[in-house]
């Protein structure tokens, strides 16, 4: 059964400010109108890409979207800034009409693109949760009858009789999410609202909204830049850019989506490792760093081929011990998976004189890796001495993995890290 | 084994009927326009000394000052009734008018920061703005009456029957309000020129309503005039019925409830159209 199913819906906003120039658009729309043509504003407009320069005064925020939503889904809407995610909310919360499209739902809607709207600072806890509660569509019957168990959740049943102008941010924030989680409502619409409060409450708000979800099967829909959250609370994920729904599918698929350079910033070479240092040693500069020949910070392994060969060359103001250091994470950069640390493994470390030098490292992956995406981060150091430079988060590599007898390619997300080897005698 | 049938209850459009008022979801909502007129009653004498008894000072001090200048300095007629009852009459029901009106035409202005974040049927917001100001007025009513009574124990006031169209009349003047109200909140979310125009609009609405000087004294072109003013029939049965002074009559109530109707339909239909799409251009 669906819970809600959006059809072609669009968003058309006006850039610039309202003003004399806005009327003639006005009347020109209204003028086709009358004459029952279509309106001539709905033709033009850009696509939503906050950062280029366009020559319409009109943008699509959302631009023929569909989706269906299962009764019961924890559905994670992730995407940039401006990539259209909170005026999705916008609409499916009815704060404003689409431009175009229909949104079909099935059950009643809450929505919680903020908490604590319509909280009075001259009123008292207590008044604010009957009031905001009737804000959010609860009757006064429904609010009374849950009182008790929204102030036990906000934890802040001491204060609950004074004003919330008296209240500290976070119990101010504590008392609002406590009432909005106790919505009766089917689908519930949560906007990017847990930045505050302590990590305490985050955790209690998270497990809260899980139960909505898990124990009582209603529906969710979840925007958030915690990456981290989304993960835990949300089984499907929509990812927007600019305005279309770029990927739509399982959680976890529609994170690596987001996070994960495209082919197409694989292939454009854009960004150099060099221009991402995070530490930086002040007696000397990097000019630059290559992973096997080219500077760019993707890299994508052929299959059969499993060396890292790095190059980084600079400047040393004084003679410097230097040792090579790797860390392999997976593709989220969650889970650390390998190190390669010779200076340490070895114990001897090569000296390099003052003046210009050229460091070279091969790192070699094992052959039975599997097919993924891999985040690597480099070092240089004297082992247990000194760091000289570190680069975290950076390169990223994209491995292809041995062809198993039967055909079959081993992937990281379903087999893990590495295939191992069998049998005793071989 | 089947699919259930998949149902829908509810469908979002971008387009939509002028006429669909959704009444039945405002009712729904009935708790939050108790709500917002518990918040507006509440709150607005929070950390005061005197409280609500500022709903009685406001009157009296306006009707004293009237009273010094309209008819101990510019001689104005009050058809025979007693001064100070004439004033209070027409302040008591002038106040609940002007501010009924001026509170509805902030509706979307004043609340985007609600309504931008959270959807209930806008409506309630002006009726709740009507409803806690018709306490207010309750109020002040009593002052009314309580005067109006001393007059009457001393035999100087003659009222009749229409006493007991009173009611009809508040509620004529707060739909009156309402309509006006939400055709300028509508209007005002995308150019604000109409803000202007209320402001100073209301306070010289005053002067064209017979508010300080009783309708009789007008002649000519103003009298008819007047007549469409659906403020006049309101403000000339009130008096008429709780003073017997005035010249009243039928007709006179006729228009203004009709006017009064077209202006709210209107006022409806407009605030209708603007309340989905106001959080974009506002």
């Known amino acids: 059964m669906l819970a809600l199913k959006a059809e072609n819906i669009s968003k058309q906003y006006r850039l610039g400010q309202v003003g004399t120039g806005t009327i003639s658009h006005d009347l020109n729309r209204f003028w086709h109108k009358v004459r029952g043509k279509e309106d001539p504003y709905l033709q033009i407009g850009d696509a939503n890409d906050r950062a280029t320069k366009g020559d319409s005064e009109y943008v699509w925020s959302l631009r023929d979207i569909n989706f269906e939503i299962e009764q019961g889904d924890a559905v994670g809407i992730i995407g940039r800034n401006g990539a259209g995610k909170s005026t999705l909310l916008k609409l499916l919360s009815k704060v404003t009409k689409p431009t175009t499209g229909k949104i079909y739902t099935n059950g009643r809607i809450a929505s919680l693109l903020e908490v604590g709207t319509g909280f009075h600072p001259e009123m008292t806890g207590r008044e604010n949760v009957f009031l905001n509660g009737a804000i959010l569509g609860m009757t006064r019957k429904e609010i009374a009858r849950k009182f008790d168990e929204i102030v036990d959740f906000s934890g802040v049943e001491r204060y609950i009789d004074t004003p919330v102008k008296r209240y500290s941010s976070g119990m101010y924030v504590r008392l609002a999410f406590a009432v909005a989680a106790h919505l009766e409502s089917e689908i519930l619409i949560v906007d990017e609202v847990l930045a505050v409060g302590d990590a305490d409450f985050q955790k209690k708000c998270l497990g809260k909204m899980g139960d909505v979800t898990k124990g009582e099967g209603r529906t969710i829909l979840f925007v958030s830049h915690n990456m981290a959250a989304v993960e835990t609370l949300c089984n499907k994920g929509i990812y927007l850019k600019n305005g279309l729904i770029q990927f739509e599918g399982g959680i976890k698929k529609t994170i690596e989506d987001y996070l994960i350079p495209t082919v197409q910033e694989f292939q454009t070479n854009s960004k150099k490792i060099c221009e991402d240092i995070d530490y930086l040693h002040s007696d000397l500069t990097i000019d630059s760093i290559k992973l096997n020949d080219s500077d760019s910070s993707y890299h994508t392994l052929d299959r059969g081929d499993n060396s890292l060969k790095f190059t980084i060359s600079g400047n040393l103001k004084e003679s410097k011990k230097l040792a090579f250091g790797l860390t392999l994470y997976d593709s989220l950069h969650h889970t650390k998976l390998a190190i390669c640390s010779p200076g340490h493994l070895s114990g001897t470390v090569k000296k390099f004189e003052k003046g210009n030098f050229t460091f070279e490292e091969t790192v070699l992956l094992p052959k039975n890796i599997t097919k993924g995406t891999f985040k690597v981060d480099i070092s240089l150091h004297e082992p247990n001495i000194e760091v000289f430079m570190i680069v975290n988060n950076n390169i990223t590599i994209k491995t292809e993995s041995i062809i198993s007898a039967t055909g079959l390619e081993f992937e990281y997300d379903n087999n893990g890290f590495l295939i191992l080897d069998y049998g005793i005698n071989r | ?282």
């Not at chain 2, 699919?3 to 959704?22: A, N, V």
């Not at chain 2, 002038?94 to 985007?112: E, P």
């Open chain 2, 1 to 282: 084994m089947s699919e259930p049938q998949q149902k829908w209850t509810e469908t979002i459009e971008d387009s939509h009927s002028l006429f669909d008022l959704k009444l039945k979801e405002v009712w729904r909502y009935k708790d939050l326009v108790y709500m917002f007129v518990k918040r507006d009653f509440v709150a607005g004498f929070k950390q005061t000394i005197l409280g609500p008894l500022w709903f009685f000072i406001n009157p009296i001090l306006t009707t004293f000052v009237f009273l010094i200048v309209f008819s101990k300095i510019a001689n104005l007629s009050t058809d025979g009734a007693p001064p100070l009852l004439f004033y209070l009459a027409g302040v008591t029901l002038w106040n609940y008018f002007s501010s009924s009106l001026t509170g509805t035409s902030y509706t979307f202005a004043g609340n985007a920061g609600i309504f931008g974040k959270v959807y209930f049927p806008r409506l309630v917001t002006p009726i709740s703005i009507v409803l806690s100001n018709l306490m207010r007025f309750g109020v002040q009513m009593l002052l009314f009456i309580i005067i109006w009574a001393y007059y009457l124990s001393k035999g100087e006031v003659n009222p009749n029957w229409w006493i007991l169209a009173t009611p009809f009349l508040i509620v004529l003047m707060a739909l009156f309000a309402l309509g006006v109200g939400m055709i300028f909140s509508a209007l005002t979310t995308k150019y604000k020129d109409l803000n202007m125009l209320l402001g100073f609009g209301v306070s010289l609405y005053m002067y064209a309503t017979p508010v300080i000087y009783p309708s009789s004294s007008l002649t000519g072109i103003f009298k008819t005039l007047s007549y469409y003013n659906p403020l006049t029939g309101v403000f000339e049965c009130f008096k008429y019925a709780w003073m017997g002074v005035g010249s009243f009559s039928v007709t006179m109530l006729g228009i203004s409830t009709i006017i009064i109707l077209i202006l709210l339909a209107i006022g409806t239909v407009i605030f209708n159209k603007v309340e989905k799409t106001f959080m974009d251009t506002v």
